[in-house]
Structure formats: structure tokens, C-alpha cells
């Protein structure tokens, strides 16, 4: 990433897909952390046994699927049939391929953590370091690799409250035969990260952009893409950073 | 539906279970790489998974419990809120832990723990007391 390729976090978010050489452009309006809020409601994990085999399955995608239609504002991009645009129709949306749909979610949680070398403990805040992949209006989904969050180091009660999240869940059908639940962690990982940044770098926060780090707290903690923080926090509390 | 943070009993046999599969860990992970090198290595690995009857919430839980259980005797419980729930799970997976160590208890030696009826330590080949003898 060069030092002028910053993430704009403001304004309409791109996702921008290539299917069979011709370029897709998905136009959402900005989300807001109580867009996200309301996705991670629908976020749950649940463990099956059966026999001695673990069943994985996640409602991930279907919450991410809700929230990426709800904030499309406009496609560009595909050609209907005998002339004009997708656009021209009502039902636009419902036109829109699934597995477009579906690509086009995914994307909005490309993002992850990235390991540091560095194994100082640094005195001025814990840092992470995410890459993300968040497209332009010029067509181009960039990876963004210079993603850097630092954090006060979490307190015994803020990581008991990570803790005792993560050790929540619900057993349908019996001890033995059923299925384990586990409610998304999602919204306490975005909770947390509210309370623990100190500042972040490599993200432009529109009018207010600001060149290297970002220390206006309450700006990042409104403008911050909510799945970012709770990647950043995640690593936090469970990464490298947890074990230092 | 049940919550395995009430389910006291269940909390008890999953704990158990919990510090058994810990215990066979290292053993399981040499027994793995084995079964990658051979020809029936599905049917191997089958017989040396971890041996838990219970649904995957409640090791979760206990992996919780016992991180409780150690910030209690590490002195920092003055700064967490312990809940009754809690405290009962952490009674249930203590008396796991009891029956833990009574079945598996460690060789004076070099600290590593063996079956209560091992004539040997498995770690340092240490001879040991046999559990009851005179």
C-alpha cells in the first residue's frame, strides 16, 4: 500500500466483482455500526455431534446476505435482456444472481489479522495489524495492508467479559445426541474495541482525514467499520497480543 | 434446550473428561503423525479421538471454569464478579479435578502425572509407590 492509499471509510462502499470479463460494481451506502449491530444478531455458530464426527455450521452468511441487500443503493454493471440496465426495474435487487449476492457479502468481511514481528512490548498500546480488501469507484477491489490499530491493554474484568461470552452456549436436544449453540461474539468484540482503542492508522475518515495515525477516539469509534473492530479485537483478546 | 452453565452434573463428567483428553494429548498427537504415514490411518485416528460423550458447549464451559478457577487461586478474584452459576460450575469441575489428580497423580520425581496403578513413571521411568501398599 502506498502512503497516499489510505481506507476511506466514509461515503458509499464499493464491492466490485469481474464475472466472465465484464466488470460488477455493488453501491452500498455507508454501514453503521447499528447496521452491523443488527447483523450480528443473526450470527450464531452451532457444533453437532454425530457419532464421533463434530458437524460445523455457521448463519454467518445469510445475516451478512440481509445486511449487504439492505444497504444496496444501486448495481452497475449487468445488461438486461433486450437493451437497458438491471436498474430499470423494480425488482432489481431479486434480479441480482445469488451467487453474486453471496461473493458480493463475503467481501464485506474480507478482512484479517496479520502477525507482527515485533515481540517488544510496547508501553504506548498493544498494536494489530489487519489487511482488508475494500473497493474503489474505480472499479478495483484493493488490499489494504497497512491497517494498524493500537489498544490499551484489555483489564482482568473486560477479558472475564470476553471469556464468559465465549464460554456461552445452549444444548438443543439432549447433553449427549445435541446440538451446541453459540450466539455470535460479534457485538461484545465491537464493545470492547470502543473501550480500548487508543488510535488507529492507514484509514481516512472523509473531511476529517488525517495524515498517520488517527487518535480521535470517539471519531474512530463512530466512523470504524464495525467488522474491523471486531477482527482487531478478536486478536486482541486471543491473538499473539493476548499471549504477550 | 438445555444450558450447560446449569447442567452441574454434566459440568462434572465433561470436566473429567476434559483433563483426560489433556492428558492423552501428547500421546494422541504422536499416535497422528503415525497414522499419517499409514495405510488404514482413517480407521486410526478414529480410535485414538479425544473421548468426550457430551456436546461440545460443555467443554467450552469447562475450558472457562478452569480459567476461573486459576485467576481464584492466583489472588485476582477481588477483581472479578463471580456469578452463582459460576460458582457452582467451578465446584463441580474442582471435584472433577480432585478425581483427577487422586486417579492420576504425579510422580515425585519429575512432576509428570501417571495412572494411580503405573509401577513406572511413564516421563522418567521413575519406580513408584503403588497407590495402598504398605
Not at chain 1, 432489481?92 to 464485506?108: E, M, R, V, Y
Not at chain 1, 495492508?145 to 482482568?156: A, E, M, Q
Request: glycine letters at 8%; hydrophobic letters at 40%; one cysteine or more.
Amino acid at each position: 500500500m502506498s502512503q497516499e492509499q489510505v481506507l476511506q471509510l466514509t461515503g458509499e462502499r464499493y464491492i466490485n466483482l469481474e464475472k466472465k470479463g465484464a466488470k460488477i460494481s455493488f453501491v452500498l451506502s455507508q454501514i453503521t455500526q447499528a447496521d452491523w449491530t443488527e447483523a450480528f444478531r443473526q450470527m450464531r455458530m452451532e457444533v453437532e455431534r454425530q457419532g464421533q464426527d463434530e458437524i460445523h455450521r455457521n448463519d454467518y452468511e445469510a445475516a451478512s446476505l440481509a445486511l449487504f441487500e439492505k444497504k444496496l443503493q444501486r448495481v452497475e454493471g449487468y445488461k438486461a435482456k433486450g437493451g437497458g440496465s438491471l436498474m430499470d426495474f423494480p425488482n432489481w435487487k431479486a434480479l441480482i444472481p445469488l451467487p453474486d449476492k453471496s461473493a458480493a457479502a463475503t467481501l464485506l468481511h474480507s478482512v484479517g489479522a496479520v502477525r507482527l514481528e515485533d515481540d517488544e512490548i510496547d508501553p504506548a498500546g498493544t498494536s494489530i495489524a489487519l489487511e482488508a480488501f475494500w473497493g474503489t469507484k474505480e472499479g478495483e477491489m484493493l488490499k489494504f495492508s497497512g491497517l494498524t490499530h493500537r489498544f490499551n491493554p484489555p483489564d482482568l474484568k473486560q477479558y472475564q467479559r470476553f471469556k464468559r461470552a465465549v464460554s456461552e452456549s445452549r444444548v438443543v436436544g439432549g447433553s449427549r445426541t445435541g446440538k451446541t449453540i453459540f450466539a455470535g461474539r460479534h457485538a461484545l468484540l465491537a464493545e470492547l474495541y470502543d473501550e480500548l482503542v487508543i488510535a488507529v492508522s492507514g484509514y481516512s475518515f472523509g473531511a476529517q482525514a488525517s495524515e498517520g495515525e488517527c487518535a480521535d477516539v470517539e471519531l474512530i469509534k463512530a466512523q470504524m467499520d464495525a467488522i474491523h473492530k471486531v477482527v482487531a479485537a478478536r486478536e486482541l483478546l486471543t491473538g499473539d497480543a493476548a499471549a504477550a | 434446550m438445555i444450558d450447560p452453565s446449569k447442567d452441574i452434573a454434566g459440568l462434572q463428567q465433561a470436566a473429567l473428561e476434559y483433563l483426560e483428553d489433556a492428558l492423552s494429548a501428547p500421546d494422541r498427537a504422536r499416535q497422528e503423525r503415525i497414522a499419517a504415514e499409514s495405510k488404514n490411518g482413517e480407521r486410526v485416528l478414529r480410535n485414538i479421538a479425544a473421548k468426550r460423550t457430551l456436546s461440545h458447549g460443555y467443554y467450552v464451559r469447562v475450558e472457562y471454569l478452569l480459567w476461573l478457577l486459576s485467576m481464584i487461586e492466583l489472588g485476582l478474584v477481588a477483581f472479578l464478579q463471580i456469578l452463582a452459576a459460576e460458582a457452582e460450575g467451578m465446584q463441580a469441575v474442582t471435584l472433577a479435578r480432585n478425581q483427577f489428580q487422586d486417579e492420576h497423580p504425579c510422580c515425585p520425581g519429575c512432576g509428570a502425572r501417571n495412572e494411580a496403578i503405573a509401577p513406572r513413571c511413564g516421563s522418567c521411568k521413575r519406580e513408584l509407590a503403588m497407590k495402598g501398599a504398605a
